[in-house]
C-alpha cells in the first residue's frame, strides 16, 4: 500500500491556502486510498522568531483542524511531530549526507533569512537546516508521496536527493519519495496580493481566508479581491493573475475546472459572489465539526497519543536501519535483543 506523509506547521492561523493547496485532499482522498500519517510539525515553528504559548496554543488548533477537515483516526495516524524522537535522530543523520551549498540555495530558506535580516534580527541555524529535518519526517516513515501545495516541491526534491545519495553510499535504507500536488488551487495566492502567495504567518491580512472566519469576514475578504483591469472572465494566469486565482479558488472549492467556470461569467462581480459562497460552504463543516472538538480537548489528546505511538512504531526500525548503514555501533541493550530474539 502506499505510504502517505504530509505536515503543516503551527506558525500562524491555517488558511484557506492550506486547505486548498493541502488538507483538502488528504481527508478526501489520502486517507481512503494510502496508508497515510499527517503531522503537525512543531519543530519546524521553532526556526523563527516564536513565542512558546504561541507555538502550543497552534499546535492544539492544528491537531484539531486537521481533524475538522474530516481525518479519522481509524482510517489515517494524525500526531505531533516532537512527540516522535526519531524525526529528530534521522536529522542528524541527514546532516552528515546534506551539503552546506545545498542548503543555502534552498528558496524559502533565502528568502526567510532576508525578512529576518530586514527585521533586524539573526538567522537561526535551524532556518538553514530546516529542509533536512523534512527530509527525515518524510524519510522516516518510507514515504511514497507527499501531498503539499507547490511551495514545498523543491524541499520534497531535496529528500529524494538525499534518500538516493544515502542509499547509494551505505546501501539501500529509504524509499524515495515523490511530490503530488493538486490539479487546481496548488498555490493559493493573496486576495490583495495576487503575486505573493496566501500565507498564514501575518495574523491579519484582508487578502488571506483564514479557516475559522466567520462567513460574513469571508465574504468580505473574497468580495474586495483585487482583480484585473479588462471586463470579461477569462482564465490566464499570467495576464490576469487576480482572476485566475479567484478561478481556482471556486474550482478548487466546487470540483470544477477554472478555464470552463471562466466561460460562465460575465462579470467579476458574479464570479466574487459565487466564490464567496463556495468558500463559506467549504469551510462550514470544517468550522462546526472545530467546535465540537474544541468542547471536548480529551478526545484530540487522546487521538495525538495513539497517533505518536503508531507513528514511532513505524518510525524506529528505519532510524535503526539508518545508523547501521551510516556506521554507528549498536547500542548494548539491542544486542542483547538481538542476541536472544
Ligand atoms: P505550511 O503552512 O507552510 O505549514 O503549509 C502546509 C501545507 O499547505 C503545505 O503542503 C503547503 O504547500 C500548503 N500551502 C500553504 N500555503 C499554501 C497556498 N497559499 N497555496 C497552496 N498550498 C499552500
Ligand atoms: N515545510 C512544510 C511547509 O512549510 C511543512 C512540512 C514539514 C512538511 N515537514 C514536512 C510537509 C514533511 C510535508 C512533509 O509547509
Known amino acids: 500500500m502506499t505510504r502517505v506523509f504530509s505536515g503543516v506547521k503551527p506558525t500562524g492561523n491555517l ?4 486547505y486548498l493547496g493541502a488538507m483538502q485532499r488528504w481527508a478526501a482522498v489520502d486517507q481512503h486510498q494510502a496508508d497515510a500519517l499527517f503531522c503537525v510539525v512543531d519543530l519546524h515553528a521553532l526556526t523563527v522568531e516564536h513565542d512558546p504559548a504561541r507555538v ?25 511531530q516532537s512527540h516522535v524522537d526519531e524525526h529528530a535522530r534521522l536529522s542528524y543523520l541527514l546532516e552528515c549526507v546534506a551539503t552546506d551549498g545545498e542548503m543555502r540555495r534552498m528558496i ?6 532576508v525578512r529576518e535580516r530586514e527585521r533586524g534580527g539573526s538567522v537561526r541555524l535551524s532556518l538553514l537546516t530546516y529542509p533536512v529535518l523534512m527530509a527525515a519526517d518524510i524519510l522516516v516513515y518510507g514515504t511514497d508521496e507527499v501531498p503539499v501545495g507547490d511551495d514545498q516541491a523543491q524541499h520534497v ?14 546501501g539501500y535504507t529509504f524509499v524515495v519519495p515523490r511530490a503530488t500536488h493538486p490539479t487546481v488551487a496548488t498555490r493559493v495566492m493573496n486576495l490583495q496580493d495576487p503575486a505573493s502567495k496566501m500565507g498564514k504567518s501575518e495574523d491579519v491580512g484582508p ?11 469571508v465574504r468580505k475578504k473574497v468580495l474586495r479581491a483585487v482583480t484585473d483591469s479588462g471586463r470579461e472572465v477569462v482564465y490566464d494566469r499570467e495576464a490576469r493573475p487576480g482572476l485566475a486565482n479567484l478561478l481556482e479558488i471556486l474550482a478548487a472549492c466546487t470540483g470544477g475546472n ?3 467556470l471562466s466561460g460562465v461569467y460575465e462579470s467579476y462581480g458574479a464570479l466574487k459572489k459565487d466564490t464567496a459562497e463556495a468558500v463559506v460552504e467549504v ?5 462546526e465539526r472545530h467546535k465540537a472538538l474544541c468542547a471536548d480537548p480529551g478526545y484530540v489528546e487522546e487521538v495525538l497519543r495513539d497517533g505518536a ?10 532510524v535503526d536501519a539508518a545508523y547501521q548503514a551510516i556506521g554507528l555501533l549498536a547500542a548494548a541493550a539491542d544486542i542483547e535483543v538481538t542476541a536472544q530474539g
Do not use: H, W
Not at 502550543?56 to 505531533?80: H, I, K, M, N, W
Not at 505511538?309 to 528505519?318: D, V
Open 15 to 18: 488558511t484557506l491556502g492550506n
Open 283 to 287: 469551510l462550514r463543516p470544517v468550522q
Open 258 to 260: 477554472p478555464s470552463e
Open 56 to 80: 502550543r496554543r497552534l499546535s492544539r488548533q492544528a491537531a484539531s483542524l486537521l481533524l475538522a477537515t474530516g481525518l479519522d483516526p481509524e482510517l489515517c495516524t494524525v500526531f505531533v
Open 157 to 170: 526534491e531535496l529528500a529524494r536527493d538525499l534518500a538516493v545519495r544515502f542509499n547509494r553510499r551505505y
Open 309 to 318: 505511538e503508531r507513528a514511532r512504531a513505524m518510525a524506529r526500525p528505519t
Open 207 to 217: 487578502g488571506i481566508v483564514y479557516l475559522l472566519d466567520e462567513p460574513d469576514v
Open 108 to 113: 524559502q530558506y533565502r528568502e526567510k533569512a
